[in-house]
C-alpha cells in the first residue's frame, strides 16, 4: 500500500533534505560552538545537503525502556549478588556474562525521546505539523505572562517560529533585534519542544545580527550531564502564550531575507543559493475551515494530510487557560480531542464504514502515520483538486468525526475489519 503512496505518507519536509542538514564539517564546527556567532549574509545560501537522521531513531525496546541496557544479552553465568564491579570497557564483565563491560553492566543507559514534545499546547497538532509536514512557513510567539513578568525585558521583542533557517541553525538574530527560531534543525534532541525552548532563550540573550549555533538544549551529551535531566529543562509550554499560534505558510523561503533599506536586493550568489532552495520547496497550503489540515501538491500528486489532536495524558503539563471548550471553527474543541489513538481509530473506522471518510469528490483515504505521538490521517486528492476545494468537505468530515467519537458502542464486526485495515496502512516516523 505504502509503496503506491509512499509520496502521500512521508512528509514534504524530508522531500526537501537538501535543505536540512549543514555540511559535516558545518555541523562538527556548530558542536563545538557553545556561544552564538555573528551572522554572515552568505549564510542565507543553502547547499544542498544529505537529510537529517530522525529524531527518536531507535528500536522498539529502546524506546518503550529508555535504555540498551538487556538488548540481545545471554547470561553465560548467574550474576553475582551486589554491586558489579567497574572494569575497563573492553574486558570481560564481573558478572560472568562472558560479554564485554561496555556491552553488558557497563552500557551507557539512554533518556528515551519524549513522545509528545507539544503536549499541553492548543495548537500541538499545527506544532506537529511545522516539524513534519510543511516546508516553509512562519508563526508569530508571544511570551508568557509569567516569563515577562521574571524578564520584563523581553516585553518588545519580535520573535518568529520559523519551519527552518539557513544552515538548519536553531535560532538567529537580525540586526533589527527581531529573533526567528526553527521547529526543523540538523541534529534533533530528545525533546523538541524543549530545543525550540533552549533556543529562544539564547536568542533572547544574543547580540543583534548574531547566529545561536550550539547543539541543541535535549542532546543526549547534555541531557545526561544535567542533574535533572529533560525535566530540569523549560518548554514551550512554559515559555509562551497559551494562545494558538496564527500560522502563515510560504511559498518559498525569499522571507529569510530582511527587508532591504535601499531595495537592491541580495547578491548574485545569495540569489542564486535562494533560488535554488526555493525550488525545493513542495506546494503547501493551510486549510481554514478546520485547524492543522494541509493540501500539498508533489510531483503529480495531490494529497491532504491532516494531524488531529489526543487528550492531554494524566501528569502531562498543559498551558494555563487551554480548556478548547467553545473555541471557534479555526481551533480544536474538546468534542474534537479523542481520549486515546484507540478511540480516534474507532473514530475513523466507523467514518469509512459508512463511506463517510473523504474530503472531497474524487478523494480517497491511503492511510496515516503518527509523528510525535499524534496521528495524521492523509488521503489522495483527485488531479488539479485546489486546496480550496477541500475546504467544505473537510468542514463536514470535521462534524461526522465528532459525531464518531461521540458513539460509545463497541464497533461492529465490518468496523473492526475496517479498523484493522486501517492499523495496516500506518507509519511511525521516528
Excluded at 117 to 142: C, I, K, M, Q
Excluded at 147 to 169: F, V, Y
Aim: aromatic residues 4%.
Amino acid at each position: 500500500m505504502f509503496a503506491a503512496h509512499g509520496l502521500a505518507l512521508l512528509p514534504d519536509r524530508l522531500s526537501a533534505g537538501s535543505l536540512h542538514c549543514r555540511t559535516d564539517q558545518g555541523h562538527a564546527a556548530g558542536a563545538r560552538r557553545q556561544t552564538p556567532r555573528r551572522l554572515d549574509t552568505q549564510e542565507l545560501a543553502i547547499a544542498r545537503r544529505p537529510a537529517p537522521q530522525r529524531p527518536g531513531a531507535r528500536t522498539a525496546q529502546l524506546a518503550a525502556t529508555g535504555s540498551a541496557v538487556g538488548r540481545g544479552r545471554t547470561t553465560g553465568a548467574p550474576a553475582p549478588d551486589g554491586p558489579i564491579a567497574v572494569v575497563g570497557p573492553r574486558e570481560p564483565c564481573p558478572c560472568g556474562s562472558g560479554r564485554r563491560y561496555k556491552a553488558c553492566h557497563g552500557e551507557r543507559r539512554r533518556t528515551a525521546p519524549v513522545l509528545r514534545p507539544f503536549v499541553g499546547r492548543r495548537d500541538e497538532p499545527d506544532l506537529v505539523a511545522l516539524r513534519e509536514l510543511v516546508p516553509s512557513a512562519t508563526a508569530t510567539l508571544r511570551l508568557s505572562v509569567e516569563h515577562l513578568a521574571a524578564h520584563p525585558e523581553h516585553a518588545d521583542r519580535r520573535i518568529t517560529l520559523a519551519t527552518m533557517l539557513p544552515q538548519a541553525a536553531p535560532a538567529l538574530v537580525r540586526d533589527s533585534g527581531e529573533i526567528l527560531v526553527a521547529i526543523q534543525v540538523a541534529v534533533p534532541g530528545l525533546d523538541a519542544s524543549r530545543d525550540i525552548a533552549g533556543a529562544l532563550l539564547a536568542a533572547l540573550d544574543a547580540e543583534p545580527g548574531t547566529v545561536v549555533d550550539a547543539p541543541v538544549a535535549s542532546s543526549p551529551p547534555l541531557v545526561e550531564q544535567r542533574s535533572g535531566g529533560l525535566t530540569a529543562l523549560p518548554g514551550l509550554v512554559d515559555l509562551l502564550d497559551p494562545a494558538p499560534l496564527e500560522i502563515s505558510v510560504h511559498a518559498g523561503f525569499d522571507w529569510w531575507l530582511p527587508p532591504s533599506d535601499d531595495d537592491s536586493g541580495p547578491g548574485q550568489e545569495v540569489a542564486a543559493m535562494l533560488e535554488r532552495a526555493n525550488s525545493t520547496v513542495v506546494p503547501t497550503s493551510r486549510l481554514t475551515s478546520v485547524p492543522a489540515a494541509y493540501w500539498c501538491h508533489p510531483g503529480d500528486r495531490w494529497h491532504l494530510r491532516w494531524a488531529f489532536p489526543l487528550a492531554v495524558p494524566a501528569g502531562a503539563t498543559s498551558a494555563p487557560d487551554a480548556s478548547t471548550s467553545g473555541a471557534g471553527d479555526g481551533a480544536w474543541t474538546d468534542a474534537d480531542t479523542a481520549a486515546s489513538e484507540e478511540a480516534l481509530l474507532d473514530a475513523l473506522a466507523r467514518l469509512a464504514a459508512s463511506e463517510r471518510l473523504t474530503v472531497g469528490a474524487g478523494s480517497r483515504f491511503v492511510g496515516f502515520f503518527r509523528a510525535d505521538g499524534l496521528v495524521v490521517p492523509v488521503w489522495d486528492l483527485a488531479a488539479d483538486t485546489p486546496a480550496d476545494h477541500c475546504e467544505e468537505p473537510a468542514a463536514a468530515l470535521r462534524q461526522a468525526y465528532r459525531d464518531a467519537l461521540a458513539v460509545t458502542a463497541p464497533l461492529s464486526p465490518s468496523e473492526r475489519r475496517i479498523r484493522a485495515g486501517l492499523v495496516g496502512r500506518s507509519l511511525t516516523l521516528r
